[in-house]
């Protein structure tokens, strides 16, 4: 019997696009950045306490290794040969931190995600330390003092988990962000794995300086970090080590971008002023700055954008961060119990088209950029006994736009020249409310690529490119023609400012819901009988599917 015939292809490019919710394996067609074959897994979250996020960092291992087999699997279903692949690129979600045994491979704890608060009593603490309330850290690291990123995690996991005190005394300790964490499984491990983190993962942990592109001595004395437990840091785009294990054993991982970074590559923003908004759990509009450094004076952060190459220049960034977007859809499901998969609350949105003028202010790990406001909790007002599921389910939609046109306006105010338009990704871009919305509230057109894969192509973009591996031009004159889907505003600019200036309002009262001294559980019947702090103001019980909510009654 004939061998079946191979499918002819161009080389081809692996990613993995490890997030917070889930796990992908992608892999590209380098010569025409074509979607070939993926595979996605869906990730647990934990909550041990009130504003505690952790995930196990094995389980993230495990949801790697398993997609990239599953894709393997379908491309050989397909007749592609795998060794097709010539490189893999490891994108991953930012921040979220891991501690391991370098000699076991064993995490000594789970992975603290971005989203926790627990460290707020850290960052206060840290924040009094400061000499002369300067402002040294920002200078150094274009991020403001906060539980978002990674050093003040691992300064809480130093100061409360025995375990990793000791295996840090004992020199068996290795920290990282979760490329860390996968890049040194995937190259060996306990076998010669490879510990490393890319500038864009590095300028996220407030202990990478981001204009000498190095761990700072200053910042880790500061923090109190042990330097000997940090990675070597890497360009984006150069060969790390080799794959030792499965399918594609023996391929380079040659690319390493935080999901954000390679979101901006995927969506070719190499040119200064060029900016992008992604809508995953998270929202995060990234403008690229060009070679300088650009401070925010709006409450945005500098970060590194990306570094394609050794000897490469770092590009540089200004992001706006929003803890909860796609967040809230998954609240809704899982939490309010109002839809049962995350794609029903199109559906509701569009049977009212509007919130009837319920503002939802989804603050359940504080807010973000620019407020930067740890004391905030997510609240829900201007309810009436007209008020249904499906104007909570618009006014969440509507909370991901008002949220994303805070950070515009600051962008716009950093930057001296307002955006004339928003390129956007991310899954909830598949959702045509959210993105009409948006366009309405900016009152700029909105344009959605229609390779939704942003994050997986500008990974996969950076680990074709690197030298040693060459499958993928990055010049202007080779990329591919990107299709474009445009949402323009359908509503005059003054009814869009009058929505804005009402969502303001809202967000003035999600603040100061906690305090240092605040109990862990209020007394209150309201507060106790509702999830994560969160609160519904309202004069009247919140009916919703004919169940009962909250109540103001002993």
């Known amino acids: 019997m004939a061998a079946s015939k191979q499918t002819a292809v161009g080389p081809l490019v692996g990613a993995v696009v490890q997030g917070t919710n889930s796990t992908r394996f992608l892999v590209f067609d380098s010569k025409t950045a074509e979607l070939v074959s993926h595979h996605q897994v869906e990730l647990n979250q934990e909550f041990p ?3 505690w996020v952790e995930q196990d960092p094995k389980e993230i291992l495990q949801s790697v290794y398993e997609c990239i087999e599953r894709t393997c699997e379908k491309l050989a279903g397909v007749n592609i040969d795998i060794s097709n692949i010539k490189a893999v690129g490891v994108s991953n979600q930012r921040e979220t931190t891991v501690v391991w045994d370098k000699f076991t491979g064993d995490p000594l704890y ?37 539980t978002y990123f990674s050093a ?10 025995r375990p990793i005190q000791k295996a840090v005394e004992e020199g068996r300790a290795l920290f990282g962000t979760i490329d860390s964490w996968l890049i040194w499984n995937m190259t060996g491990g306990v076998n010669g794995g490879i510990h490393c983190t ?8 407030m202990l990478f300086n981001i204009h000498s592109l190095g761990w700072d001595n200053e910042l880790c004395d500061f923090f109190e970090i042990p330097m000997n437990i940090l990675p070597n840091i890497c360009s984006s785009s150069e060969i790390y080590g080799l794959m030792t294990s499965g399918a594609l054993e ?33 929202c995060f509009l990234l403008c690229n700055t060009g070679r300088k450094c650009v401070f925010s004076e709006h409450g945005l952060l ?61 603050a359940f790990s504080g807010l973000y950029a620019p407020y930067w406001e740890p004391s905030a909790r997510g609240i829900i007002c201007g309810l009436t006994q007209f008020t249904n599921k499906c104007h909570i389910a618009f006014a969440a939609l509507e ?21 004339s338009h928003l390129q956007v990704d991310g899954g909830m871009t598949n959702n045509k409310i959210l993105m009409q919305l948006q366009a309405d509230i900016l009152h700029v057109p909105v344009i ?52 804005y200036s009402t969502w303001k309002r809202a967000v003035m009262k999600s603040m100061g819901w906690v305090t240092p001294n605040a109990p862990e559980n209020g007394d209150s019947a309201v507060f106790s009988c509702l999830p994560l702090g969160f609160f519904i103001v309202s004069s009247m019980t919140l009916l919703i599917g004919a169940r009962y909510v909250a109540t103001f009654e002993d």
């Open 49 to 51: 306490k009130e504003g």
């Open 110 to 146: 789970n992975a603290v995600a971005w989203l926790d608060l627990r460290t707020q009593a850290t960052v206060e603490a840290l924040s009094k330390k400061i000499p002369g309330h300067s402002n040294f850290v920002k200078s150094k690291t274009g991020l403001p003092l906060s």
């Open 152 to 161: 003040v995690k691992l300064r809480w996991m130093l100061d409360n988990l």
């Open 198 to 205: 890319d500038v864009t993962n590095a300028s996220r942990t």
């Open 250 to 282: 023996g391929v380079p991982i040659s690319g390493c971008l935080g999901d954000q970074s390679a979101a901006l590559v995927g969506q070719l923003c190499f040119q200064e002023g060029q900016a992008k908004n992604t809508y995953g759990t998270g």
């Open 302 to 362: 500098t970060t590194v954008a990306y570094k394609l190459g050794k000897k490469k220049p770092a590009i540089y960034a200004l992001e706006g961060s929003v803890a909860i977007a796609g967040a809230v859809i998954r609240w809704l499901r899982d939490n309010f119990e109002i839809i049962a998969t995350s794609d029903e609350v199109e559906k509701l949105a569009r049977e009212v088209g509007s919130s009837y003028g319920c503002y939802f202010v989804p």
């Open 399 to 419: 909370a991901v736009c008002f949220q994303t046109r805070e950070i515009v306006d600051a962008m716009n105010r950093d930057c001296g020249i307002p955006l």
């Open 448 to 499: 959605k690529s229609f390779m939704p894969e942003t994050t997986a192509l500008g990974v996969a973009m950076a680990a074709g490119a690197a030298d040693g591996i060459d499958v993928w031009s990055l010049e202007p004159d080779a990329m591919s023609t990107v299709l474009m889907e445009r949402y323009e505003p359908q509503i005059q600019a003054t009814e869009s400012e009058i929505r």
